[in-house]
């Protein structure tokens, strides 16, 4: 199975984000950071954003 690479993490005001833990720092669509979201949007962004990943890495 493929490492998870995007989670979604809440901050200390209760927004979430969704962090990428390659580069250690928010994850971005087309320059735009995912942060401020609610936790589904943050949970859904990742588990999309994982699936990609292992759609374009398909042997980790």
Known sequence: MAPI???AKEDLHGNWSVFDTVTEHEAEILGVLLIGLSGQLAFDMA???N???RRKN???
Do not use: V
Request: proline share 8%.
């Open 5 to 7: 690479r995007y989670s």
């Open 47 to 49: 588990y999309l954003l």
């Open 51 to 53: 699936l990609e990943e």
């Open 58 to 60: 398909p042997t980790q």
